[in-house]
């Protein structure tokens, strides 16, 4: 299975972004990607405006074009978008919600861990979901996290017992001092911890590695990843703009766990 990771740095206007994305799509599809994973708020940047005055349901224009390139390549595309979700503290919340469309899919994850830490509260604009998804692709198991979820063992494993062989992150991870070796440290845990692949598309580092290091935010760290269910990092991105383009074997993580049944 070849699984296409997109680094980018998308901007706060939506339509702006499907241009930006979709002969990136085409690029990782013309490379073989069958799977093609893009980063948390491809949709919107975040730091770019209200999300809710963009957000759409999974018939809206945005989703509804990915769907349809997705089903003209052949490809299942995994990305970062904002729906409507509720009314909270006088503020109009939405879901963070991973778009999983192509091959007669078209549903969404919507992100359980919100990021209230660091003395930000990602909940007063965003609702977090309650629901796993996993979904089959190419006779493997893929499951469905987003960004901060990395930092919870348990969510990996439960999506390893339910089967997954595979776990898509879609993120936009926030760079300042420590994040960079938090990020890399996570991604490599979770892969451990649970025997699965990690597939984790990130944002690109906005002003690239000149400005590593330096707190940004939630705009994005770069350092896309795939990480074997033995915890080798088999392709990793820098902090600029980046396509990779993995060929992986899904039948190495139910072998991964065999020999060594931590679940």
Known sequence: MKIALLQLTSTGDKSENLALVEPKIRQAAGQGASLVVLPEATMQAFDNGRLDTQAEELDGDFATALRELAAELGVTIVVGMF???DTHKERNRVYNTALITGNGMHRGYDKIHTFDAFDYRESDTVKPGEALVTFE?????????????????EQFKELARRGADIVVVPTSWADG????HQWRTLTVARA????????????????????????????????????????????ESGYGEDLLVVDIDPADAARARRALPLL
């Not at 692709?137 to 063992?153: K, L, M, N, Q």
């Not at 001092?177 to 960079?180: S, T």
């Not at 598309?201 to 000149?210: D, F, L, S, T």
């Open 192 to 235: 451990l911890d649970a025997g699965v692949f990690i597939a984790a598309a990130c944002q690109a580092r906005p002003g690239g590695e000149a400005k590593a290091g330096q707190a940004s935010g939630p705009t994005g760290i770069g350092h896309s990843v795939v990480v074997s269910p033995t915890g080798e990092r088999l392709a």
């Open 83 to 85: 729906r409507p979700a």
């Open 137 to 153: 692709h190419e006779g493997a198991v893929v499951g469905v996290a987003t960004c901060y979820d990395i930092r919870f063992p």
């Open 177 to 180: 001092e420590g994040k960079r």
